[in-house]
């Protein structure tokens, strides 16, 4: 194989459990979490499922067909397992009808979502306990751990790409648990990832617009997107070129007749593609809740409109995008619990990042004494110098080293403008890590 998958543990049904704690409390134990198994076994999930839902060619007899599959598609398979992924997401739905938003004066988020969360939470063991076999009951607190963290926060009343990845990892662990069925390569995890994730979305959305969640650890415009990170890489997957199944995943071209990447700044043609294309479903929620002209409240996706190498170039810079910004960053894994999934040790594959500005900059449990300013006296600079003020952070250990430049900071045109908008505001260039290569690790 071209890449790696997610292992399943030996023997699921005899598995010891833990329950998932805590672990990353400083900069130091986020570059712990680089180099821990749990890193490892996320961006191999997440490439797995990236390199499924590339669109395939398929020789039968003297012709090659193309299969592509679409949140529409009518032949995507789903398995029974997935059926309940499925059911699992709609019964967490169906509770918002129990719990209407409050009605009164508020600055923030809705603290109604609180009580919705209590429910979810009262009831998380009864729901996963008829969602999953019986042989997996013993894991229902480790697994729904990630589950329940992967709606938002009830006391700061936000959501954000730390709960995203959190659902990830819910799902990552059924994968080790051998929950899902065995099918042909791509199978199940296309269904995953068009089923089930995209599910999950839907459902974050309603509570986004019901309980007026803020985003949690905002980048503010400079940001991708306010809530969400994982659908513009899947999405991005679904309108590469289509491959053989044991090729690697495109990094550059498009379908033949995927939309143009710039057309995610017109609403009309986003309105066309949401329902069967993740990267678009989520531009038409930022149309949604957002107002104005598309390069000014959502910057980043327009530059990325401009990409002229096709949508496999843009599924490259999003991997890419994604360890440098979600997975390196300290306010977003910080919240991430480890078990005996994912787990905390060390990966002994994992190489050990030089230390840099960015790494020095991340805050201390104990910061203090000894660390030196910039005259050379003892002070607490490292811990209280802005994240953002120094380098961006080295390519996660156990990868590739080096770094680029992100591959829409090139943008050479932008599409025409109406006379009556002001042109789109320019911006630093970003420099952020290569994706990981995928090899097999086995």
Request: proline letters at 10%; charged letters at 20%; a neutral charge.
């Amino acid at each position: 194989m071209p890449f790696s998958t997610l292992e399943v543990v030996p023997k699921p049904s005899s598995h010891v459990f833990q329950k998932p704690t805590k672990r990353i409390h400083d900069g130091p134990d986020l570059q712990s979490f680089l180099t821990s198994y749990a890193y490892r076994d996320i961006m191999t999930f997440i490439l797995q499922l990236n390199h499924a839902t590339v669109a395939r060619r398929v020789t039968e007899g003297n012709s090659t067909t193309l299969h592509q599959w679409t949140l529409d598609s009518p032949n995507l398979e789903y398995s029974d397992p997935v059926q309940r992924l499925r059911t699992l997401i709609k019964k967490l739905e169906s509770l918002i009808k129990d719990v209407p938003p409050d009605t009164g004066p508020r600055r923030f988020g809705n603290v109604s979502f609180r009580t919705w969360y209590k429910l979810v939470e009262d009831r998380i063991t009864s729901l996963l306990a008829e969602t999953l076999p019986p042989d997996l009951s013993p894991g229902i607190e480790e697994i729904g751990a990630y589950l329940l963290g992967s709606f938002g926060s009830p006391q700061r009343l936000d959501y954000g790409t730390g709960h995203e990845l959190s659902f990830l990892a819910f799902l990552g662990c059924l994968w080790k648990l051998d929950y899902f069925q065995k099918s042909a390569p791509g199978v199940e995890e296309r269904a995953i990832v068009l089923g089930v994730f995209e599910e999950y979305l839907r459902l974050i959305r309603t509570l986004i617009k019901v309980y007026t969640l803020e985003p949690a650890g905002s980048h503010g415009v400079w940001g991708l997107d306010d809530n969400s990170f994982l659908p513009y890489i899947f999405g991005s997957a679904q309108l590469s070129p289509a491959i053989f199944e044991e090729n690697e995943t495109p990094t550059e071209g498009s379908l033949p007749e995927a939309p143009e990447p710039s057309s995610v700044s017109k609403a009309n043609l986003v309105d066309k593609e949401k329902g069967q294309n993740m990267y678009f479903s989520a531009v038409a929620f930022i149309f949604e809740v957002k107002k104005g002209p598309f390069w000014e409240h959502s910057p980043m996706l327009f530059d990325i409109s401009g990409i002229k190498d096709g949508w496999g170039k843009i599924n490259k810079g999003m991997v890419k995008m994604y360890n440098a910004e979600v997975l390196s960053k300290f306010p977003v894994v910080q919240h991430f619990p480890f078990g005996s999934l994912f787990r905390w040790e060390r990966d002994p594959a994992a190489k050990l990042q030089p230390a840099t500005t960015h790494n020095s900059s991340q805050p201390l449990r104990n910061p203090g004494a000894n660390a030196p300013n910039v005259a050379g006296r003892p002070g607490n600079q490292a811990a209280t110098a802005a994240p953002w003020a120094g380098r961006p952070p080295p390519p996660p250990a156990g990868f590739v080293n080096g770094v680029t430049q992100a591959p829409w900071a090139n943008r050479t045109s932008a599409p025409p403008l109406r006379s009556s908008m002001r042109a789109p505001p320019s911006k630093q260039e970003p420099v952020i890590p290569e994706a990981p290569k995928t090899h097999d690790r086995s």
